[in-house]
Structures are given as structure tokens and as C-alpha cells.
């Protein structure tokens, strides 16, 4: 009977048979499921504690009749695309993936032609 193939695990250094390693997020290192597990378990709560502090929570008294999931139009800054996002979804620009974004109402002719006079374009 042939040995299995044993890989290093790149974090401890221990090595494991090859159904207990995994790539890492670079595609290039093999790390363990322990050592995968704490690493990315540990990011995951990270990028949910982000995820929670960033999102602005409304008043939850809403008023009758008011939509939860009222579309806004948007534009973004970067690449100047236009489109709608719902109130409940953090919004990034779905062309770019920049998060730099204004509302289209802020865009008026009037408000440009006051920008490109004092030079702030």
C-alpha cells in the first residue's frame, strides 16, 4: 500500500495528507483546514463587524405606508454610470466597483454651470 502524498502547511509548517489543505485566497499557498479555518473564520467576523458599522440604520417607526425598498437613482462619481439601488443594499457602482456615489437629483444644470464657473470640476 502507497504512502499518501504529504504537503506543508505554509502557516504551522506541519505537513497533512492532501484532503486537509487548501489554497489560500493568493492561489499560491497550502494551508491546512486548522489553520484555514482560524484565518478565515477571523476575517469573515471582521469584514461582518465592518459590514454592520458601515450600513446607516433607519428610524424603525416608519410611517404607514412607506416603501422599505424604495429604488434611488445614482450616479457614480468615477465613471459617471447611471443606475438604482434599494435602500436596504450597501451601494457600490456595479460597472466599477467604486463606492464614490452622489444622487442624480444633486446633479442639476444649474448646480453645474455654478461649479464650472468657480472651478470646482
Same mark, same amino acid.
Given at each position: 500500500?502507497?504512502?499518501?502524498?504529504?504537503?506543508?502547511?505554509?502557516?504551522?509548517?506541519?505537513?497533512?495528507?492532501?484532503?486537509?489543505?487548501?489554497? %489560500?485566497?493568493?492561489?499560491?499557498? !497550502?494551508?491546512?483546514?486548522?489553520?484555514?479555518?482560524?484565518?478565515?473564520?477571523?476575517?469573515?467576523?471582521?469584514?461582518?463587524?465592518?459590514?454592520?458599522?458601515?450600513?446607516?440604520?433607519?428610524?424603525? %417607526? !416608519?410611517?404607514?405606508?412607506?416603501?422599505?425598498?424604495?429604488?434611488?437613482?445614482?450616479?457614480?462619481?468615477?465613471?459617471?454610470?447611471?443606475?438604482?439601488?434599494?435602500?436596504?443594499?450597501?451601494?457600490?457602482?456595479?460597472?466599477?466597483?467604486?463606492?464614490?456615489?452622489?444622487?442624480?437629483?444633486?446633479?442639476?444644470?444649474?448646480?453645474?454651470?455654478?461649479? %464650472? %464657473?468657480?472651478?470646482?470640476?
Amino acid at each position: 500500500m502507497e504512502k499518501p502524498i504529504l504537503y506543508a502547511c505554509s502557516l504551522c509548517k506541519l505537513q497533512f495528507p492532501s484532503n486537509n489543505i487548501r489554497y %489560500a485566497t493568493d492561489g499560491k499557498k !497550502l494551508i491546512c483546514l486548522v489553520c484555514f479555518n482560524k484565518l478565515y473564520k477571523k476575517k469573515q467576523q471582521e469584514a461582518t463587524i465592518k459590514e454592520k458599522q458601515s450600513y446607516e440604520y433607519s428610524n424603525p %417607526a !416608519l410611517e404607514f405606508g412607506t416603501v422599505l425598498n424604495k429604488p434611488i437613482l445614482v450616479i457614480c462619481t468615477h465613471c459617471r454610470y447611471k443606475f438604482h439601488y434599494k435602500t436596504n443594499f450597501k451601494p457600490f457602482c456595479p460597472y466599477c466597483g467604486k463606492s464614490s456615489l452622489k444622487k442624480y437629483e444633486e446633479f442639476t444644470a444649474q448646480k453645474i454651470l455654478n461649479d %464650472a %464657473a468657480k472651478g470646482n470640476f
